[in-house]
């Protein structure tokens, strides 16, 4: 077979080719960069979306207090918005205000943990280009939507075994500091 018959044609901006793809999603968290849920969907016009709440879904429903999100401007939606605090989940989503007025409010751009959580999304990038660049990422060779999330998963896993030693080796450092003190 030399195509996938899950895969679908996705093209990831205007001007640009489309390709047989998949979406891979990440929830990673902003403290260490470690992966907390991973999982692959069609690429579809709102998978992203659809993806994160479902992730945030599975983490929420095992917590009691409040969690935040961060994430980028296409998640600046009405639904999404709402959603997620109907989830107990603060979303911390960069303000989407080109032609149009954000979904956020002054409740959740107000706290100094919105700024917070703005300046560490590029945490989510660097589990992505390391997945990509010493993962099997960059060209994947399984075919259907099954196999091809086992090996996302499969991966985020391992990004997170490669950095638990240097995360370890820092707090180690960090309280003999505090010790010298």
């Given at each position: 077979m030399t195509t996938d018959g899950d895969a679908r044609l996705y093209k990831k901006s205007?001007?640009?080719?489309s390709k047989l793809s998949y979406l891979g999603h990440a929830l990673v968290e902003n403290r260490n960069g470690l992966i907390a849920a991973a999982m692959v969907t069609h690429a579809e016009g709102y998978a992203e979306r659809d993806a994160a709440l479902l992730m945030l879904h599975e983490t929420q429903k095992h917590r009691s207090r409040r969690i935040t999100v961060g994430a980028d401007e296409a998640y600046d939606t009405k639904d999404f918005v709402a959603t997620a605090r109907e989830m107990n989940v603060t979303p911390h989503v960069t303000k989407n205000e080109k032609g149009?007025?954000?979904?956020?409010?002054?409740?959740?751009t107000r706290q100094p943990g919105y700024g917070i959580s703005l300046s560490r999304r590029w945490l989510v990038e660097k589990g992505f280009g390391w997945l990509k660049?010493?993962?099997?990422?960059?060209?994947?060779?399984?075919?259907?939507?099954?196999k091809v999330d086992w090996l996302f998963v499969f991966s985020?896993?391992?990004h997170n075994l490669i950095?638990?030693?240097?995360?370890?080796?820092?707090r180690q450092h960090v309280r003999f500091r505090e010790q010298c003190a």
């Open positions: 205007y001007g640009k080719e149009r007025h954000s979904n956020l409010d002054r409740r959740t660049q010493i993962g099997p990422l960059r060209q994947v060779k399984l075919r259907g939507l099954e985020c896993a391992a950095r638990l030693p240097r995360l370890i080796a820092q």
